[in-house]
Every structure is written in C-alpha cells, then in structure tokens.
C-alpha cells in the first residue's frame, strides 16, 4: 500500500510538536555580517564536538555559511525574542541586519550578540544533501556560556518561556 505524501504545512504543524531552544547563526564572509534564527541545530559528537544546523538552500544566509566555511550559534534568552524576529525576517547581507543589534566579533571574526546565554563557535565540517535544506556540520573551535538565565524557547509555531 502506497503512503500517502504529507504536505508541507502539515509536516511543520507535526514536527512543530517538538520543542526546541532558539538561537542566531552568524557568519562573516569577505567583510559581511550576517545572520538567521535557526531552530533545526542539534549536537552530533562530544569527541570531536561537532553540531549540525540545517539551513534552507533559499536563505542568504546558505551561501554565506558556504562561502565564508565558518558560524557561530548564538543561544537565545528568553528576553530575545525581538532577537529572534529581527533575524527571521528575511535580508541581503548589505543591508546589514546586524544594525541595531548589539554585537561584538569573537575570534574568528564572527558576530557574537550580546545577551545570548551561549556562544559555539564552528568552522564548517561538511556539507550534506538535507532535500530544500543544506545540513551543515561544524566543527567547534570555541564555546562559553555566558548568562545564567532562562531560554526561549519555540512550540507549535509560538516563542515559549519555561515555566516556574
Ligand atoms: C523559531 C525559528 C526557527 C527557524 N529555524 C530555521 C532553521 O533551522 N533553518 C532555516 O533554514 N530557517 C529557519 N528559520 C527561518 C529563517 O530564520 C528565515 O527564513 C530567515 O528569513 C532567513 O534569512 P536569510 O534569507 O536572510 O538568511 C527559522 C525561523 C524561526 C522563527
């Protein structure tokens, strides 16, 4: 018996079931800054460190990971919010999202935004085929934690806080 294909609005409504932190991925490439909300990140390995972000082929932010072959995650608290929207909100790597938005260079000359509670900083690993998505794997150069203070978080389509 054939399955039936689920349609797109209907896999994110299910997969929007699982819960999940928030953070900005930012990169630096050839003197742009740039960066995007992302939800789809995961840890891969502990021995190397090594997490995953899948990113939409569609989004700038796709060829600068690829051009630039390095990012940092950027953890979001839960007083991020209006964080999270600014970088959900699709725009040119000119037109400079980062405007705005507090934020220092970290090493690798990558955007760290202020009042995150994590930084993880990657150099791209590898690229893999993920369907509309690029899954990129990076290798993690540096990683602090930088503000005890509760997550945002991202549910059925709506920004969350922890409950007490
Ligand atoms: C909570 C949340 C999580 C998201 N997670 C991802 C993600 O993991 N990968 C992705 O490609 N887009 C994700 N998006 C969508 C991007 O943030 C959005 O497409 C953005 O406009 C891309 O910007 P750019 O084209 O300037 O790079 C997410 C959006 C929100 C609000």
Known sequence: MAIE???????????????TGVA????????LLHGM???????VS??????????DKAAHSHDQ?????????????????????IFA???EPEQGRLQGVA???GANGVPLIEGCLAYIECAVADQFEGGDHTIFTGSVEDATVAR?????????????RLAD
């Open 5 to 19: 294909a689920i349609e797109a609005a209907d896999y994110r409504r299910i997969i929007g079931q699982f819960a």
């Open 24 to 31: 900005v991925v930012t990169t630096a490439n050839d003197g």
């Open 37 to 43: 909300t992302a939800n789809a990140i995961t840890s």
């Open 46 to 55: 502990l021995d190397p460190p090594l997490l995953l972000v899948c990113i």
């Open 65 to 85: 990971f690829t051009q630039s072959g390095r990012f940092t995650v950027n953890i979001l608290a839960e007083d991020q919010q209006e964080v999270s929207k």
């Open 89 to 91: 909100a699709t725009s």
């Open 103 to 105: 934020f220092h260079l």
């Open 148 to 160: 005890g203070a509760a997550p945002l978080l991202f549910y059925q389509g709506k920004y969350r």
